[in-house]
C-alpha cells in the first residue's frame, strides 16, 4: 500500500466496522500476494496434500446463486483445510468448449456457426467467452473465495485440448470406444447426435390419435385393427405392426400385412413380447423411430429403414405430400387426411412425458448416424463399485448415483455435428474407411487443417484421406478436470503417461451440485477409472440448490429470481457466507434475508467485542502461573469447541460448526465471560484467558468470515502489516489440555446471569453488595469466582433442595374439542374450574370436573413454583438460587 494513496488505510479497529471498504481491500490483496498460491511438491505424498476439483462453470452467462453458494461451500472446506493440513490446491477453471458456449456465442453475436468455417467460428466463440470470462473471474474475487488465481485452465485451451486427445486415444487403444453407424439419440434444433445423459423427460399435452389399419393379406377374417399413437407424422416411416404373443384377442393378426393408411405401403405383423398389451388396442407401430422400443425392434427383427424425418425435423420425400413440412404441421394434416379418409376413429387429449433435449428443450428425435461411443454398458458394476469407495457428503446422494448407472442404456456417445469443440484426432481412409489416429506427441490436433501422420492407409495402401468434422462432447473434456489439474500428459521417451503433481491424485474432493451427479461426476469417474485404474476422488461432497423466500425453485418464469449482485450490493460477503452455512449439505434451501440480517449483527459483535478485549487485556499477555477457576473453565470450554469444530469441519457438517461456535462465541463468551471479565480486568489470569480466547475466535470463525477475521488479525495481532502474514495461513487451533469442570463453570454461569439480571432488574449498580446468597446446584470449584463476580458477601451452598411449593396457576382448555364433545356442559365444566372444584389425576393423566373425565389432549395446566421460605427465589436451568438482602 502506498502512503500517499488516500484510500488506502492500515487495519486498525477505529470506528465501527466498514464491510464495504475493508472486503474489497482484503480481496485485492489475497490476489496481490497470492496468499492461496498451491506450492506443493511433486514429491509429495497424495495424503499430504488437500485438493480440491472444481466445478468449472459453463460459460454462457453471468453468476448466479448457484455459484455463490457452491463455491462457498467449497472455501469453507479449502479454509479449514489450509489451516488444519497446510497445503492446499483450490484452482479455478472455466468449461468453454461446446454446444453452451457456441450458443451463447451465436445469440450474443446474432450468427449461426453453419454460415462460418470452424475456425473462425472458434475465433468468434473464443472472443465472446474471453469477455464473459473476464467480467466472471471479476466476480468470483469479489466472492472473497480462496481460490489460487495462478491455479487456472480452460477447457478449450491448447492444454487441454491434448489432454482431451490423448484421453481419446488412449481409451481406443485400451479397446473402450467405437465408431458405429447405428441409431443414435438426435436434437433437430441444435442438429446432433446427443447422449442419454442430455435428455430429460418434460410434461407437453399431445393427443391420442386411433387409427384404423387394413389388412392387406387374407389370413384372418379381420379387415381392420387400430393402434394408437401421438406422433400420426411417423406413420410414413412405419416398418411392421407388434402384437405380444400372449395376447389371445389379436393373435390371429400375427404373421398376417397390414397395410398403411393413406401411404398404403404393406408392412409385416409380428409378435415381440415388448409389446405392452394394456396400452390401447394392444397392437402398435413400429416406425423408424419414434422410441427405444422402435430402435429395439429395427435391431433385433432386422426391419428396413424408413427415415421420414431429416436432421431439422423436416418431412422427408418419404413423407410424400407432406415433405418439406414440420413434424408439428405434419402431425396435423396427416390427422386432418386421415379423418377426411375415414381411418381416424377417435383423438382425445392427454398429458405425457416427452424427451426433450436438456440445453434447448426440443423434442429430441432418433437417427441412424455414425458416431463414436466410449463403452460404458459393460463396466456398469465396475463405475458403481469405484463410486461405493469414495465417502459421500451426504451419504443419501450415493443412491442418486446408482440409479443412474443401474438406468443406462446407452453407451456414451461422445462426437458431437459442432463446430465449436475439441476436434477428434482422426482421419479415415477414402478408399477403406479405415480410422488414422493421430501420433500422441503430435496433439493437440485439428484433421481440418493438420495432415494425417501417415502418407497411406496401413491397411489399403490409399492415399487421401477424410478428416473427421465432428467435436467431442462437451463431458468428455469437463470428465477430465482431475487429470487437467494434476497435469496429466504423455511421456514420449517413457512411452507412458506422466503427471506434473501425482501428490495431487486422487484428489482429496470432488464437490458438486446434485443435479450433475449423472453429468459431471459420473462420467469423471469413467475417464479416470479407464485410464489410471483408480477412484479420482476420497470424498465428494454433493450440494443442494438455492430456493426462493417460499422455498420454491428459482426461475425466470416464476419471476423469483435472486441475483447475488443484488445481495451482495447490500449485504457483506461475511454475511452471505453465514447464511451459505446455514443448511445441510445435501439439502435444498431457501435464500433467507433474516440470516443474512443474523450475519451482519455477528459481524459486528465481532468487531465490539474484538474492541472491549482490546480494552480489557494487554495484547501479548504473559502466562499466569495459575490459572482461576472462571478463566480456566472458559479455555477448557474453549477446548472442547475446537474438538467439535475440527469435527464437524472434517465431515462437511458446516451449518452443524456454524451453530456451534455461534452460540458458543456470542452466549457463553460475549454474553457470560466478557461481562465477568469487566469486574475482573486486572486479573493476569483473565487477560490471558481473554486473549487466548480471543485469537482462537478469530482463526475458528475464518474459514466461515475471511474478511473481518483478516481485520481484526492484522488489526492486533500481526507483527508487520507490510509483510501479510494471513490469519488464513494460520495454524488451525488444537485443544490446550485445559481441565475444569465444565457442568459447574455452566452453573456458575447461570448464577451469575441470574444475579446480574436481579441487579438490573431492582435497579441496583452492577458492583452493588448482595449479602446473602444461598445456591443449590453443582457450582464446586466457582465460589469464589461467583463472589468476586457479583460482589456476593456471603454464598453459601445448600445440600438439600429449597422447599418449593407448586400450584395450578391455570387449566387452558381445547375449546375446539371439548365444545363438540360435551356440548351444553362446557358451561359446567368452565365454572367447576373457575370455582376450583376439580380434580388432577396425574397418574389417570385426566382432569375431573363437573362429573365429566377429560382427557389430557383436552387441557393444559400450567403450575406456579413458589418459595416460602426467607428470601427471594430465583431458578435457573440447572440451579436454585435463593438471595437475602436487607
Ligand atoms: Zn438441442
Ligand atoms: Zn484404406
Not at 462432447?473 to 487437467?484: G, V
Not at 443449590?776 to 470449584?781: A, C, F, K, R
Not at 375446539?816 to 397418574?843: H, M, R, W
Amino acid at each position: 500500500m502506498s502512503m500517499d494513496d488516500p484510500e488506502a488505510t492500515e487495519p486498525s479497529l477505529e470506528g465501527g466496522y466498514d464491510p464495504d471498504a475493508v472486503e474489497t481491500r482484503w480481496q485485492q490483496r489475497w490476489v496481490d500476494e497470492e496468499t492461496y498460491a498451491y506450492d506443493g511438491d511433486p514429491g509429495q505424498d497424495p495424503n499430504t496434500t488437500y485438493a480440491i476439483d472444481t466445478p468449472p462453470p459453463t460459460v454462457s452467462g453471468s453468476l448466479h446463486m448457484g455459484h455463490l453458494y457452491g463455491s462457498t461451500l467449497q472455501d469453507f472446506a479449502a479454509r479449514f483445510q489450509r489451516m488444519a493440513d497446510g497445503d492446499v490446491l483450490f484452482p479455478f477453471g472455466y468449461d468453454d468448449n461446446g454446444i453452451a458456449s457456441e450458443r451463447l456465442t451465436e445469440t450474443e453475436l446474432d450468427i449461426r456457426h453453419q454460415d462460418y468455417e470452424r475456425r473462425e467460428f472458434q475465433e468468434r466463440c473464443r472472443e465472446v467467452c474471453a469477455e464473459y470470462e473476464a467480467e466472471f473471474t471479476d466476480k468470483m474475487q469479489a466472492l472473497g473465495t480462496s481460490i489460487d488465481w495462478s491455479h487456472t485452465y480452460k477447457t478449450i485451451e491448447p492444454r487441454v485440448q491434448r489432454i482431451s486427445q490423448l484421453s481419446f486415444l488412449d481409451l481406443y487403444e485400451k479397446g473402450r470406444e467405437y465408431r458405429k453407424k447405428a441409431p443414435a439419440i438426435w436434437c433437430p434444433e441444435c442438429e446432433t447426435a446427443i447422449s442419454q445423459v442430455e435428455t430429460e423427460d418434460d410434461e407437453r399435452h399431445a393427443h391420442f390419435n386411433d387409427i384404423a389399419f387394413e389388412i392387406a393379406s387374407d389370413g384372418t377374417d379381420r379387415e381392420e385393427f387400430v393402434i394408437s399413437t401421438t406422433r400420426p407424422e411417423l406413420i410414413p416411416a412405419c416398418v411392421s405392426v407388434f402384437v405380444h404373443p400372449d395376447d389371445e384377442e389379436n393373435a390371429d393378426l400375427i404373421g398376417e400385412t397390414a397395410r398403411v393408411p393413406i401411404f398404403d405401403h404393406e408392412v409385416p405383423i409380428i409378435e415381440d413380447e415388448r409389446v405392452d398389451m394394456e396400452k390401447g388396442s394392444g397392437v402398435v407401430m413400429c416406425c423408424t423411430f419414434g422410441d427405444q422400443n422402435d430402435i429395439e425392434w429395427y435391431q433385433a427383427h432386422d426391419l428396413p429403414l424408413r427415415v421420414a424425418i431429416d436432421e431439422t425435423a423436416t418431412m422427408t420425400d418419404l413423407a410424400g405430400d407432406y415433405e418439406g413440412l414440420s413434424t408439428e404441421d405434419a402431425r396435423e394434416a396427416i390427422v386432418e387426411d386421415l379423418d377426411d379418409d375415414g381411418f381416424l376413429r377417435d383423438r382425445r387429449e392427454i398429458v405425457h412425458d416427452v424427451g426433450v433435449h436438456e440445453r434447448c428443450d426440443t423434442s429430441v428425435e432418433y437417427r441412424v448416424s455414425k458416431q463414436w461411443y466410449v463403452e460404458i454398458l459393460d463396466h456398469k458394476d465396475e463405475y458403481l463399485a469405484a463410486g461405493q469407495e469414495m465417502d459421500w457428503y451426504p451419504e443419501k446422494m450415493f443412491t442418486r448415483y446408482r440409479h443412474w448407472i443401474e438406468g443406462l442404456e446407452w453407451d456414451w456417445l461422445i462426437s458431437r455435428q459442432r463446430d465449436s469443440g475439441i476436434p477428434f484426432p482422426v482421419w479415415y481412409c477414402e478408399d477403406c474407411d479405415n480410422a488414422v489416429m493421430a501420433e500422441k506427441d503430435d496433439l493437440p490436433v485439428d484433421p481440418l487443417s493438420d495432415e494425417p501422420p501417415v502418407d497411406s492407409c496401413p491397411e489399403c495402401g490409399h492415399d487421401a484421406f477424410e478428416p473427421e468434422e465432428d467435436v467431442f462432447d462437451t463431458w468428455a473434456t469437463s470428465s477430465l478436470t482431475p487429470l487437467i489439474n494434476a497435469g496429466w500428459d504423455w511421456d514420449a521417451d517413457a512411452e507412458a503417461f506422466t503427471m506434473d503433481n501425482p501428490e495431487l491424485y486422487p484428489f482429496d474432493l470432488r464437490p458438486q451440485g446434485h443435479d450433475i451427479i449423472s453429468f459431471w461426476l459420473f462420467h469423471t469417474i469413467v475417464k479416470c477409472y479407464e485410464h489410471t485404474g483408480e477412484v479420482p476422488f476420497d470424498a465428494t461432497m454433493i450440494n443442494g440448490h438455492v430456493l426462493d423466500e417460499n422455498r420454491e425453485k428459482m426461475s425466470k418464469s416464476r419471476g423469483n429470481v435472486v441475483e447475488p449482485d443484488a445481495v451482495l450490493s447490500e449485504y457483506p460477503v461475511d454475511a452471505v457466507r453465514f447464511w451459505a452455512a446455514s443448511a445441510a449439505v445435501g439439502d435444498d434451501f431457501p435464500y433467507q434475508e433474516k440470516d443474512l440480517t443474523a450475519g451482519e449483527k455477528l459481524l459486528r459483535k465481532l468487531w465490539n467485542a474484538s474492541k472491549l478485549v482490546d480494552t480489557l487485556a494487554p495484547r501479548e499477555p504473559d502466562e499466569p502461573e495459575t490459572l482461576e477457576a472462571i478463566d480456566r473453565w472458559l479455555l477448557a470450554e474453549l477446548d472442547d469447541a475446537v474438538e467439535d469444530l475440527t469435527t464437524h469441519l472434517e465431515d462437511y457438517e458446516f451449518a452443524k460448526a456454524r451453530d456451534r461456535l455461534r452460540t458458543f462465541f456470542w452466549n457463553t463468551f460475549c454474553d457470560d465471560y466478557l461481562e465477568i471479565a469487566k469486574t475482573r480486568e486486572d486479573e493476569p489470569s483473565t487477560q490471558y484467558a481473554l486473549r487466548t480466547a480471543h485469537r482462537t475466535f478469530l482463526e475458528l470463525w475464518a474459514p466461515f468470515l475471511p474478511h473481518v477475521t483478516e481485520e481484526i488479525w492484522q488489526a492486533v495481532y500481526a507483527a508487520d502489516a507490510a509483510d501479510l502474514e494471513s490469519i488464513h495461513t494460520r495454524e488451525w487451533p488444537t485443544p490446550k489440555g485445559y481441565e475444569a469442570d465444565l457442568e459447574a463453570g455452566e452453573t456458575a454461569m447461570e448464577v451469575i446471569s441470574a444475579l446480574r439480571r436481579y441487579k438490573s432488574e431492582n435497579q441496583l449498580p452492577l458492583n452493588a453488595d448482595l449479602e446473602s446468597v444461598s445456591v443449590y446446584g453443582p457450582i464446586e470449584g466457582f465460589e469464589d469466582a461467583i463472589q468476586h463476580v457479583m460482589h456476593v458477601q456471603e454464598l453459601s451452598i445448600l445440600d438439600d433442595e429449597p422447599e418449593v411449593t407448586t400450584e395450578v396457576a391455570s387449566i387452558d382448555l381445547d375449546y375446539s374439542t371439548l365444545g363438540p364433545k360435551f356440548g351444553s356442559k362446557v358451561g359446567e365444566i368452565d365454572a367447576g374450574i373457575d370455582s376450583g372444584e376439580y380434580e388432577i389425576d396425574d397418574d389417570a393423566g385426566v382432569l375431573r370436573v363437573a362429573g365429566e373425565e377429560l382427557e389430557d389432549d383436552l387441557f393444559e395446566v400450567a403450575v406456579e413454583r413458589s418459595y416460602s421460605g426467607e428470601g427471594e427465589m430465583i431458578e435457573t436451568e440447572s440451579a436454585v438460587v435463593i438471595l437475602q438482602d436487607d
